[in-house]
């Protein structure tokens, strides 16, 4: 038996000048049971349909609703008005239906499933940030400390030239669009760094932690020395308290991930890096809005001719913001029972049924 390619159904048909109904009939219910069949599977399964299935009943969709324009326009039959406008009334309804699932699973993931995950590896969070601000304090106050070792970190021709130029012209030689690019992919790159390299038993992402607190702290040493402490902190609070914030919860995310393999409970190692790993997934896709919204702090306003004042408010505003995100939203949701895994379904709230009151027998004269 011949079998005939699907074809994409035409974006408009030329009808003849007249047709009896039951050509336009004959003509086209082939589609009109088609997405019929399409509607009456998807509602008897209560499965979604495949993307071809979606595709094919998108376009069955627009097509009957030309019909039913058509039969509206050209023919008086009430019947068949009738059933073409309940197909294209189901299917705009499971279609909207789709697009309201898509957005409230969206909304659902950045507020429950992306707190719990939060709140979940606070712990790891903590670590990695101790791995960060001790090194960047404790080498910071050394160089402030010790003129022998600001000396071998940075000869004083390189520092007057760090601290009186390059510091600040760092800001602003870019333009604020350009410069926000760059270190958005930066940052994102130093975050993935620190969470990718958490499977490896948690190891490398205390070094990226470490070497980049390092760094910082020698920027602070250096500029603190020269004289410019304020100057420093002016122009890394607006973007940095942000951006560190994020690198931290990064680098969490990663040390949550290698503690999975070095300490999996109860579990087979293999279930507990595929729990850690949905978790820190779910964390680091969220991450890179962080990152985005400390980018373009960085880019448009840590450089800005403002008072330190405005500028150092917003970046605290935006800090607060995503601290109050997580430690709000992320209790409630872990006890909900939600453990941060990206893809996780919400758990329904249980129900209490109300005890049956208790049966009271009429008293009876004794006697």
């Not at 579990?267 to 980018?295: C, D, K, N, Q, Y």
Request: aromatic share 8%; hydrophobic share 50%.
């Amino acid at each position: 038996m011949a079998v005939r390619a699907r074809q994409r159904p035409r974006p408009f048909r030329i009808y003849p000048a007249i047709m009896t109904i039951d050509g336009f009939i004959r003509m086209h219910e082939h589609e009109w049971e088609e997405l019929r069949d399409l509607l009456r599977r998807a509602s008897r399964d209560g499965r979604s349909l495949s993307p071809d299935e979606l595709e094919r009943l998108t376009a069955l969709y627009q097509r009957v609703g030309t019909h039913l324009s058509l039969a509206r326009a050209r023919y008086a039959d009430p019947g068949l008005v009738t059933e073409l406008s309940s197909l294209v009334g189901q299917a705009s309804s499971l279609l909207h239906g789709r697009r309201v699932a898509s957005w409230r699973q969206a909304a659902r993931f950045f507020t429950q499933t992306v707190p719990a995950a939060l709140w979940l590896a606070r712990p790891a969070i903590a670590v990695s940030t101790l791995l960060f601000v001790v090194p960047a304090a404790a080498f910071g106050l050394w160089l402030t400390q010790s003129p022998e070792a600001l000396q071998a970190f940075a000869p004083e021709e390189l520092r007057e030239i760090y601290v009186e130029e390059q510091f600040a012209d760092y800001y602003t030689d870019l333009p604020s669009t350009q410069f926000g690019a760059v270190v958005t992919t930066n940052n994102i790159q130093v975050a993935i760094a620190a969470f990718g390299a958490g499977a490896l038993l948690a190891l490398p992402s205390a070094y990226v932690l470490v070497l980049n607190g390092l760094s910082v702290g020698g920027a602070w040493g250096m500029m603190a020395a020269g004289g410019e402490q304020l100057q420093f902190w002016t122009l890394i609070l607006p973007h940095g308290l942000l951006e560190l914030t994020a690198i931290f919860v990064a680098g969490g995310a990663g040390i949550h991930l290698g503690w999975a393999l070095i300490d999996p409970g109860d579990r087979p190692r293999s279930v507990a890096l595929r729990e850690a790993g949905r978790r820190a997934v779910s964390i680091v896709i969220a991450l890179i809005a962080a990152f985005t919204v400390a980018g373009l702090i960085e880019g448009f306003v840590t450089g800005a001719e403002w008072p330190a004042w405005v500028r150092v408010g917003i970046g605290a505003v935006a800090w607060l913001a995503f601290v109050l995100y997580a430690v709000v939203l992320g209790p409630r949701a872990a006890k909900a029972g939600l453990t941060g895994a990206i893809g996780e379904e919400p758990i329904a709230p249980r129900r209490q049924r109300p005890e049956p009151a208790a049966s009271v027998r009429p008293a009876t004269a004794a006697g």
